[in-house]
Protein backbone atom coordinates (compact mmCIF):
# COMPACT_ATOMS: atom_id res chain seq x y z
CA UNK A 1 0.00 0.00 0.00
CA UNK A 2 2.91 2.52 1.06
CA UNK A 3 4.80 1.48 -1.94
CA UNK A 4 1.93 2.05 -4.17
CA UNK A 5 1.26 5.31 -2.65
CA UNK A 6 4.20 6.87 -3.95
CA UNK A 7 4.31 5.45 -6.66
CA UNK A 8 1.43 7.78 -7.46
CA UNK A 9 3.15 10.32 -5.65
CA UNK A 10 6.44 9.86 -7.81
CA UNK A 11 4.30 9.99 -11.11
CA UNK A 12 2.13 12.81 -10.66
CA UNK A 13 5.42 14.65 -9.76
CA UNK A 14 7.28 13.35 -12.83
CA UNK A 15 4.08 14.89 -15.20
CA UNK A 16 4.02 17.98 -12.90
CA UNK A 17 8.09 18.39 -13.58
CA UNK A 18 8.29 16.88 -16.76
CA UNK A 19 5.61 18.02 -19.43
CA UNK A 20 4.99 21.54 -20.84
CA UNK A 21 7.05 21.48 -24.26
CA UNK A 22 5.78 24.28 -26.08
CA UNK A 23 4.20 24.10 -29.87
CA UNK A 24 4.25 28.04 -30.62
CA UNK A 25 6.82 29.56 -32.07
CA UNK A 26 8.83 31.44 -30.32
CA UNK A 27 8.11 35.32 -30.75
CA UNK A 28 9.70 37.63 -32.16
CA UNK A 29 8.76 41.28 -31.46
CA UNK A 30 8.23 42.47 -35.51
CA UNK A 31 11.04 44.96 -36.70
CA UNK A 32 9.85 48.70 -36.67
CA UNK A 33 11.62 51.13 -39.33
CA UNK A 34 11.78 54.09 -36.26
CA UNK A 35 13.00 57.43 -37.23
CA UNK A 36 16.37 58.44 -36.10
CA UNK A 37 17.10 62.02 -34.45
CA UNK A 38 17.65 63.84 -37.94
CA UNK A 39 13.81 62.98 -38.61
CA UNK A 40 13.18 64.47 -35.21
CA UNK A 41 10.90 67.55 -35.53
CA UNK A 42 11.69 68.75 -32.41
CA UNK A 43 15.49 68.39 -31.01
CA UNK A 44 15.46 64.58 -29.02
CA UNK A 45 15.83 64.95 -25.16
CA UNK A 46 15.37 62.05 -22.39
CA UNK A 47 12.67 64.16 -20.78
CA UNK A 48 10.06 62.30 -18.23
CA UNK A 49 6.52 63.27 -18.54
CA UNK A 50 4.58 63.42 -14.81
CA UNK A 51 1.44 60.58 -14.68
CA UNK A 52 -0.81 64.17 -13.82
CA UNK A 53 0.81 65.92 -16.46
CA UNK A 54 -2.80 67.98 -16.37
CA UNK A 55 -1.41 69.77 -12.98
CA UNK A 56 1.18 71.31 -15.55
CA UNK A 57 -2.03 73.88 -16.51
CA UNK A 58 -2.08 75.24 -13.15
CA UNK A 59 -5.87 74.94 -12.84
CA UNK A 60 -6.97 73.64 -9.41
CA UNK A 61 -10.91 73.21 -10.94
CA UNK A 62 -9.72 71.14 -13.53
CA UNK A 63 -7.82 69.13 -11.10
CA UNK A 64 -10.76 68.28 -9.11
CA UNK A 65 -12.71 67.81 -12.42
CA UNK A 66 -10.24 65.12 -13.75
CA UNK A 67 -9.99 63.19 -10.51
CA UNK A 68 -13.49 63.01 -10.04
CA UNK A 69 -13.75 61.58 -13.77
CA UNK A 70 -11.06 59.19 -12.82
CA UNK A 71 -13.79 57.76 -9.44
CA UNK A 72 -17.22 57.96 -11.72
CA UNK A 73 -16.33 57.74 -15.60
CA UNK A 74 -18.22 54.98 -16.89
CA UNK A 75 -15.90 54.14 -20.09
CA UNK A 76 -13.73 53.49 -17.52
CA UNK A 77 -14.90 51.68 -14.92
CA UNK A 78 -16.39 49.31 -17.84
CA UNK A 79 -12.50 49.38 -18.59
CA UNK A 80 -11.69 48.13 -14.92
CA UNK A 81 -14.17 45.64 -15.11
CA UNK A 82 -12.65 44.29 -18.52
CA UNK A 83 -9.68 43.52 -16.71
CA UNK A 84 -10.93 42.00 -13.60
CA UNK A 85 -12.46 39.91 -15.99
CA UNK A 86 -9.59 39.46 -17.89
CA UNK A 87 -7.63 38.44 -14.35
CA UNK A 88 -10.20 35.62 -13.40
CA UNK A 89 -9.88 34.08 -17.15
CA UNK A 90 -5.79 33.92 -16.31
CA UNK A 91 -6.19 32.47 -13.18
CA UNK A 92 -8.68 29.86 -14.70
CA UNK A 93 -6.08 28.86 -17.68
CA UNK A 94 -3.03 29.08 -15.26
CA UNK A 95 -5.00 26.59 -12.75
CA UNK A 96 -5.26 23.97 -15.69
CA UNK A 97 -1.36 23.39 -15.34
CA UNK A 98 -2.04 21.19 -12.05
CA UNK A 99 -3.52 18.37 -10.78
CA UNK A 100 -7.31 18.84 -9.34
CA UNK A 101 -8.17 16.61 -6.06
CA UNK A 102 -11.39 16.06 -5.80
CA UNK A 103 -13.60 14.71 -2.27
CA UNK A 104 -16.31 12.44 -2.62
CA UNK A 105 -18.73 10.78 -0.22
CA UNK A 106 -21.44 8.52 -0.15
CA UNK A 107 -24.21 6.38 1.38
CA UNK A 108 -25.80 3.72 0.39
CA UNK A 109 -28.78 1.55 1.66
CA UNK A 110 -29.17 -1.85 -0.37
CA UNK A 111 -31.37 -4.82 -0.71
CA UNK A 112 -30.06 -8.06 -1.60
CA UNK A 113 -32.43 -11.23 -3.06
CA UNK A 114 -30.41 -14.37 -1.32
CA UNK A 115 -31.95 -17.81 -1.88
CA UNK A 116 -35.49 -19.17 -0.93
CA UNK A 117 -37.11 -15.89 -0.82
CA UNK A 118 -34.79 -14.24 1.45
CA UNK A 119 -33.98 -11.12 1.87
CA UNK A 120 -31.17 -9.24 3.12
CA UNK A 121 -30.18 -5.36 3.80
CA UNK A 122 -27.40 -3.67 4.12
CA UNK A 123 -25.39 -0.81 4.26
CA UNK A 124 -22.79 0.60 1.80
CA UNK A 125 -20.45 3.57 2.90
CA UNK A 126 -17.45 4.83 0.86
CA UNK A 127 -15.21 8.22 1.20
CA UNK A 128 -12.33 8.92 -1.04
CA UNK A 129 -10.32 11.69 -2.60
CA UNK A 130 -9.93 11.58 -6.63
CA UNK A 131 -6.44 13.29 -8.48
CA UNK A 132 -6.93 14.04 -12.17
CA UNK A 133 -4.23 15.72 -13.88
CA UNK A 134 -3.96 15.74 -17.74
CA UNK A 135 -0.15 15.67 -18.36
CA UNK A 136 1.19 18.67 -20.57
CA UNK A 137 3.52 17.04 -22.77
CA UNK A 138 2.96 19.32 -25.81
CA UNK A 139 2.59 22.64 -23.84
CA UNK A 140 -1.49 23.18 -24.42
CA UNK A 141 -1.97 24.14 -20.81
CA UNK A 142 1.40 26.26 -20.64
CA UNK A 143 1.00 28.19 -23.72
CA UNK A 144 -2.89 28.73 -22.50
CA UNK A 145 -1.66 30.13 -19.85
CA UNK A 146 0.74 32.21 -21.02
CA UNK A 147 -1.89 33.51 -23.70
CA UNK A 148 -4.00 34.52 -21.22
CA UNK A 149 -1.20 36.79 -19.10
CA UNK A 150 -0.34 38.35 -22.41
CA UNK A 151 -3.95 38.79 -23.12
CA UNK A 152 -4.47 40.47 -19.39
CA UNK A 153 -1.69 42.95 -20.13
CA UNK A 154 -3.25 44.22 -23.21
CA UNK A 155 -6.69 44.34 -21.35
CA UNK A 156 -4.72 46.46 -18.71
CA UNK A 157 -2.69 48.50 -21.37
CA UNK A 158 -6.38 49.11 -22.88
CA UNK A 159 -7.52 50.28 -19.43
CA UNK A 160 -4.47 52.82 -19.24
CA UNK A 161 -5.24 54.04 -22.66
CA UNK A 162 -9.19 54.52 -21.56
CA UNK A 163 -7.62 56.42 -18.63
CA UNK A 164 -5.35 58.66 -20.73
CA UNK A 165 -7.90 59.61 -23.15
CA UNK A 166 -10.77 59.95 -20.17
CA UNK A 167 -8.01 62.83 -18.70
CA UNK A 168 -7.32 64.32 -22.39
CA UNK A 169 -10.96 64.52 -22.87
CA UNK A 170 -11.44 66.41 -19.53
CA UNK A 171 -8.94 68.96 -19.98
CA UNK A 172 -10.05 69.58 -23.31
CA UNK A 173 -13.58 69.79 -22.61
CA UNK A 174 -13.54 71.66 -19.93
CA UNK A 175 -11.37 74.32 -21.97
CA UNK A 176 -13.59 74.32 -24.54
CA UNK A 177 -16.66 75.56 -21.93
CA UNK A 178 -14.47 78.50 -20.94
CA UNK A 179 -13.51 79.26 -24.43
CA UNK A 180 -17.37 79.04 -25.36
CA UNK A 181 -17.64 81.05 -22.53
CA UNK A 182 -15.35 83.84 -23.42
CA UNK A 183 -16.96 84.17 -26.90
CA UNK A 184 -20.58 84.12 -25.45
CA UNK A 185 -19.08 87.60 -23.17
CA UNK A 186 -18.23 88.59 -25.86
CA UNK A 187 -20.89 88.47 -28.26
CA UNK A 188 -23.13 89.83 -25.25
CA UNK A 189 -20.76 92.47 -24.92
CA UNK A 190 -20.83 93.33 -28.87
CA UNK A 191 -24.62 92.63 -29.12
CA UNK A 192 -24.92 95.43 -26.71
CA UNK A 193 -22.94 98.14 -28.61
CA UNK A 194 -25.18 96.58 -31.76
CA UNK A 195 -28.13 97.74 -30.45
CA UNK A 196 -26.87 100.93 -28.85
CA UNK A 197 -25.47 101.76 -32.20
CA UNK A 198 -28.83 100.62 -33.94
CA UNK A 199 -31.38 102.75 -31.71
CA UNK A 200 -28.77 105.82 -32.16
CA UNK A 201 -29.32 105.59 -36.06
CA UNK A 202 -32.84 104.75 -35.82
CA UNK A 203 -33.18 108.19 -34.24
CA UNK A 204 -31.02 109.80 -36.39
CA UNK A 205 -32.92 108.59 -39.73
CA UNK A 206 -35.86 109.95 -37.64
CA UNK A 207 -35.08 112.82 -37.87
CA UNK A 208 -33.36 112.91 -41.30
CA UNK A 209 -30.36 113.14 -40.54
CA UNK A 210 -29.20 109.55 -42.30
CA UNK A 211 -30.74 107.79 -44.49
CA UNK A 212 -32.23 104.33 -44.24
CA UNK A 213 -29.35 102.16 -45.78
CA UNK A 214 -27.16 103.19 -43.12
CA UNK A 215 -29.62 102.27 -40.66
CA UNK A 216 -31.31 99.05 -42.14
CA UNK A 217 -27.08 98.09 -42.11
CA UNK A 218 -26.98 98.65 -38.71
CA UNK A 219 -29.89 96.91 -38.04
CA UNK A 220 -28.34 93.72 -40.47
CA UNK A 221 -25.23 94.12 -38.03
CA UNK A 222 -26.97 93.89 -34.83
CA UNK A 223 -29.24 90.99 -36.25
CA UNK A 224 -26.28 88.83 -36.92
CA UNK A 225 -24.29 89.17 -34.12
CA UNK A 226 -27.70 87.96 -32.27
CA UNK A 227 -27.79 85.13 -34.62
CA UNK A 228 -23.97 84.46 -33.58
CA UNK A 229 -24.77 84.30 -29.81
CA UNK A 230 -27.36 82.35 -30.22
CA UNK A 231 -25.65 79.58 -31.81
CA UNK A 232 -22.89 80.11 -29.36
CA UNK A 233 -25.09 79.61 -26.82
CA UNK A 234 -26.16 76.48 -28.26
CA UNK A 235 -22.63 75.11 -28.47
CA UNK A 236 -22.44 75.64 -24.98
CA UNK A 237 -25.17 73.73 -23.50
CA UNK A 238 -23.67 70.78 -25.84
CA UNK A 239 -20.20 71.17 -24.83
CA UNK A 240 -21.83 71.22 -21.25
CA UNK A 241 -23.51 67.69 -21.34
CA UNK A 242 -20.51 66.16 -23.04
CA UNK A 243 -18.53 67.26 -19.83
CA UNK A 244 -21.23 66.02 -17.64
CA UNK A 245 -21.11 62.80 -19.50
CA UNK A 246 -17.33 62.38 -18.58
CA UNK A 247 -17.29 63.16 -15.56
CA UNK A 248 -19.96 60.44 -14.57
CA UNK A 249 -22.85 62.36 -13.34
CA UNK A 250 -25.41 64.88 -13.47
CA UNK A 251 -24.85 67.69 -11.73
CA UNK A 252 -27.40 71.14 -11.44
CA UNK A 253 -25.91 74.26 -11.28
CA UNK A 254 -22.24 72.74 -11.93
CA UNK A 255 -21.57 75.39 -14.25
CA UNK A 256 -23.02 78.32 -12.38
CA UNK A 257 -20.92 77.48 -9.29
CA UNK A 258 -17.71 75.47 -10.06
CA UNK A 259 -16.95 76.72 -14.08
CA UNK A 260 -17.31 80.70 -14.17
CA UNK A 261 -19.59 82.00 -16.80
CA UNK A 262 -18.48 85.38 -17.00
CA UNK A 263 -15.03 86.22 -19.38
CA UNK A 264 -11.77 85.24 -18.07
CA UNK A 265 -8.08 84.52 -19.23
CA UNK A 266 -7.25 81.24 -20.24
CA UNK A 267 -3.81 79.60 -18.74
CA UNK A 268 -1.10 79.44 -21.35
CA UNK A 269 -0.01 76.32 -22.43
CA UNK A 270 2.71 74.41 -20.35
CA UNK A 271 6.31 74.50 -21.87
CA UNK A 272 6.80 70.74 -23.18
CA UNK A 273 10.56 69.33 -23.89
CA UNK A 274 9.51 66.31 -26.61
CA UNK A 275 11.34 63.80 -26.59
CA UNK A 276 12.88 61.25 -29.79
CA UNK A 277 9.95 59.80 -31.42
CA UNK A 278 10.85 55.85 -30.79
CA UNK A 279 10.93 56.36 -26.71
CA UNK A 280 6.83 55.92 -27.33
CA UNK A 281 7.39 52.17 -27.64
CA UNK A 282 7.92 52.40 -24.14
CA UNK A 283 5.80 55.09 -23.46
CA UNK A 284 2.53 54.27 -24.81
CA UNK A 285 -0.28 51.90 -23.49
CA UNK A 286 -1.98 51.15 -26.78
CA UNK A 287 1.53 49.86 -28.40
CA UNK A 288 1.49 47.50 -25.36
CA UNK A 289 -1.76 46.45 -25.58
CA UNK A 290 -0.82 45.88 -29.33
CA UNK A 291 2.28 43.88 -28.26
CA UNK A 292 0.28 41.77 -25.86
CA UNK A 293 -2.43 40.87 -28.56
CA UNK A 294 0.15 39.23 -30.90
CA UNK A 295 1.83 37.17 -27.85
CA UNK A 296 -1.52 35.92 -27.31
CA UNK A 297 -1.85 34.96 -30.94
CA UNK A 298 1.45 33.53 -31.20
CA UNK A 299 0.96 31.38 -27.83
CA UNK A 300 -2.90 30.50 -29.53
CA UNK A 301 -0.93 28.80 -32.39
CA UNK A 302 0.74 26.42 -30.15
CA UNK A 303 -2.75 25.69 -28.18
CA UNK A 304 -4.01 24.61 -32.10
CA UNK A 305 -1.09 22.61 -33.00
CA UNK A 306 -1.35 20.56 -29.41
CA UNK A 307 -4.23 19.27 -30.96
CA UNK A 308 -2.19 16.91 -33.25
CA UNK A 309 -1.18 14.82 -30.32
CA UNK A 310 -2.29 12.60 -27.91
CA UNK A 311 -4.06 13.85 -24.46
CA UNK A 312 -2.98 11.97 -21.82
CA UNK A 313 -4.10 11.76 -18.33
CA UNK A 314 -3.51 10.14 -14.92
CA UNK A 315 -6.73 9.69 -12.53
CA UNK A 316 -5.92 8.47 -8.66
CA UNK A 317 -8.31 7.06 -5.97
CA UNK A 318 -7.54 6.86 -2.62
CA UNK A 319 -10.32 6.37 0.35
CA UNK A 320 -12.34 4.02 2.63
CA UNK A 321 -15.36 1.52 2.15
CA UNK A 322 -17.35 0.17 5.09
CA UNK A 323 -20.98 -1.25 5.32
CA UNK A 324 -20.59 0.48 9.27
CA UNK A 325 -20.44 4.60 8.99
CA UNK A 326 -18.86 4.67 12.67
CA UNK A 327 -15.94 2.36 11.36
CA UNK A 328 -15.47 3.52 8.03
CA UNK A 329 -12.17 5.72 8.08
CA UNK A 330 -9.50 2.97 9.16
CA UNK A 331 -7.09 1.35 7.67
CA UNK A 332 -8.76 -2.33 6.92
CA UNK A 333 -11.36 -0.75 5.16
CA UNK A 334 -8.72 1.54 2.88
CA UNK A 335 -9.43 1.44 -1.16
CA UNK A 336 -7.17 2.62 -4.18
CA UNK A 337 -6.51 2.48 -7.50
CA UNK A 338 -4.30 4.82 -10.07
CA UNK A 339 -4.54 4.77 -14.14
CA UNK A 340 -4.33 6.42 -17.12
CA UNK A 341 -6.05 7.46 -20.30
CA UNK A 342 -5.00 9.00 -23.49
CA UNK A 343 -7.60 10.10 -26.19
CA UNK A 344 -6.18 11.61 -29.66
CA UNK A 345 -7.97 11.62 -33.11
CA UNK A 346 -7.78 9.35 -35.55
CA UNK A 347 -9.58 11.32 -38.31
CA UNK A 348 -10.88 14.26 -37.81
CA UNK A 349 -11.38 15.36 -41.81
CA UNK A 350 -9.49 18.47 -41.11
CA UNK A 351 -10.54 20.30 -37.81
CA UNK A 352 -7.14 20.21 -36.31
CA UNK A 353 -5.65 21.74 -39.57
CA UNK A 354 -8.32 24.42 -40.07
CA UNK A 355 -8.22 25.73 -35.85
CA UNK A 356 -4.20 25.23 -36.54
CA UNK A 357 -4.98 27.36 -39.69
CA UNK A 358 -7.15 29.92 -38.00
CA UNK A 359 -4.80 30.68 -35.26
CA UNK A 360 -1.79 31.39 -38.02
CA UNK A 361 -4.27 33.84 -39.50
CA UNK A 362 -4.69 35.48 -36.58
CA UNK A 363 -1.01 35.96 -35.89
CA UNK A 364 -0.52 37.53 -38.79
CA UNK A 365 -3.27 39.91 -38.40
CA UNK A 366 -2.16 40.62 -35.19
CA UNK A 367 1.02 41.76 -36.86
CA UNK A 368 -0.59 44.09 -39.16
CA UNK A 369 -2.79 45.15 -35.98
CA UNK A 370 0.61 46.07 -34.48
CA UNK A 371 2.17 47.82 -37.45
CA UNK A 372 -1.08 49.86 -37.99
CA UNK A 373 -0.76 51.36 -34.34
CA UNK A 374 2.99 51.86 -34.46
CA UNK A 375 2.62 54.28 -37.56
CA UNK A 376 -0.83 55.62 -36.30
CA UNK A 377 1.70 56.86 -32.70
CA UNK A 378 3.98 57.84 -34.92
CA UNK A 379 1.71 60.29 -37.13
CA UNK A 380 -0.07 61.53 -33.69
CA UNK A 381 3.55 62.25 -32.33
CA UNK A 382 4.66 63.90 -35.69
CA UNK A 383 1.06 66.13 -35.88
CA UNK A 384 0.97 67.16 -32.46
CA UNK A 385 4.78 68.48 -32.16
CA UNK A 386 3.82 70.63 -35.34
CA UNK A 387 0.43 71.53 -34.09
CA UNK A 388 2.35 72.19 -30.70
CA UNK A 389 4.35 74.55 -32.86
CA UNK A 390 2.46 76.29 -34.91
CA UNK A 391 -0.88 77.21 -32.50
CA UNK A 392 1.43 79.47 -30.55
CA UNK A 393 2.79 80.97 -34.01
CA UNK A 394 -1.24 81.11 -35.00
CA UNK A 395 -2.05 82.75 -31.63
CA UNK A 396 0.90 85.40 -32.15
CA UNK A 397 -0.54 86.45 -35.61
CA UNK A 398 -4.47 86.90 -34.01
CA UNK A 399 -3.57 88.91 -31.75
CA UNK A 400 -1.66 91.35 -34.01
CA UNK A 401 -4.67 91.26 -36.20
CA UNK A 402 -7.33 92.12 -32.95
CA UNK A 403 -4.73 94.80 -31.94
CA UNK A 404 -4.59 96.03 -35.66
CA UNK A 405 -8.71 96.35 -36.22
CA UNK A 406 -9.10 97.94 -32.83
CA UNK A 407 -7.39 100.49 -34.43
CA UNK A 408 -8.94 100.35 -37.83
CA UNK A 409 -11.96 100.92 -36.29
CA UNK A 410 -10.98 104.04 -34.20
CA UNK A 411 -9.77 105.45 -37.66
CA UNK A 412 -13.18 104.32 -39.57
CA UNK A 413 -15.34 105.74 -36.68
CA UNK A 414 -13.07 109.29 -37.01
CA UNK A 415 -13.41 109.02 -40.42
CA UNK A 416 -16.98 108.85 -40.97
CA UNK A 417 -17.80 111.56 -38.10
CA UNK A 418 -16.01 114.00 -40.17
CA UNK A 419 -18.00 112.50 -43.69
CA UNK A 420 -14.84 111.11 -45.28
CA UNK A 421 -16.75 107.85 -45.64
CA UNK A 422 -19.90 105.80 -45.59
CA UNK A 423 -21.19 103.85 -42.46
CA UNK A 424 -20.37 100.78 -44.43
CA UNK A 425 -16.89 101.29 -43.96
CA UNK A 426 -17.71 101.23 -39.98
CA UNK A 427 -20.00 98.51 -39.86
CA UNK A 428 -17.61 96.25 -42.30
CA UNK A 429 -14.38 96.75 -39.62
CA UNK A 430 -16.84 96.05 -36.81
CA UNK A 431 -17.95 92.83 -38.20
CA UNK A 432 -14.09 92.25 -38.85
CA UNK A 433 -12.99 92.86 -35.49
CA UNK A 434 -16.05 90.95 -34.01
CA UNK A 435 -15.07 87.58 -36.07
CA UNK A 436 -11.09 88.36 -35.16
CA UNK A 437 -11.88 88.58 -31.47
CA UNK A 438 -13.52 84.86 -31.57
CA UNK A 439 -11.02 83.48 -33.63
CA UNK A 440 -8.34 84.71 -31.31
CA UNK A 441 -10.21 82.90 -28.40
CA UNK A 442 -10.22 79.77 -30.77
CA UNK A 443 -6.64 79.84 -31.16
CA UNK A 444 -5.71 79.99 -27.28
CA UNK A 445 -8.25 76.59 -27.22
CA UNK A 446 -5.98 75.02 -30.15
CA UNK A 447 -3.46 75.75 -28.62
CA UNK A 448 -4.27 74.44 -25.41
CA UNK A 449 -5.40 71.33 -27.48
CA UNK A 450 -1.74 70.99 -28.93
CA UNK A 451 -0.14 70.48 -25.68
CA UNK A 452 -2.94 67.75 -24.34
CA UNK A 453 -2.34 66.24 -27.61
CA UNK A 454 1.07 66.30 -27.17
CA UNK A 455 0.71 64.95 -23.79
CA UNK A 456 -1.42 62.02 -24.97
CA UNK A 457 0.52 60.97 -28.25
CA UNK A 458 3.73 60.71 -25.99
CA UNK A 459 1.48 58.63 -23.19
CA UNK A 460 0.68 60.74 -20.75
CA UNK A 461 3.68 59.45 -18.15
CA UNK A 462 2.50 55.80 -18.52
CA UNK A 463 4.75 53.90 -16.49
CA UNK A 464 5.32 49.91 -18.20
CA UNK A 465 7.15 48.82 -15.24
CA UNK A 466 4.65 49.46 -12.61
CA UNK A 467 1.79 48.33 -15.05
CA UNK A 468 3.62 45.10 -15.59
CA UNK A 469 4.35 44.87 -12.15
CA UNK A 470 0.51 45.03 -10.87
CA UNK A 471 0.58 41.00 -11.18
Known amino acids: MIKISRFCFYAVLFAILGSGCSLSPKYVQPLTNLPDSKEAIIAAQDIAIS ?31 RVE ?25 NRKNLAQGQLENYNNFSLSAILNFELDLWGRARDADRSALAQLFAVKANRDMVRLSLVANVAESYFGILTLNNQVQISKNTLKSR ?9 EFDVGKISEIDMQQAKSEMASVRAQLQSLLMEQNSAQSAFLILLGRDGAGVFANEIPTQSQELPNPPTIEAGLPSAILEKRPDIEAAEQNLKAANFNIGIARSAYFPTISLTGLFGYVSPQLNELVSTSNSTWNFGGNFIGNLIDFGRTNANVNLAKS ?58 YTNYLEVLSTQSSLFGAELNQQSAKLESLSAAISLYKAFGGGWDKQVYQEEE
Open 51 to 81: QKWWEEFGDETLNRFVEEALSNNYDLLVAMQ
Open 85 to 109: QARSQWSYARSDRYPSIQAKGEGLK
Open 195 to 203: EENYEYRKK
Open 362 to 419: QYEEMILNYGQTLRTAFGEVRESLFNYQMTGEKLVSLDEQVLALKRTLELANLRYGEG
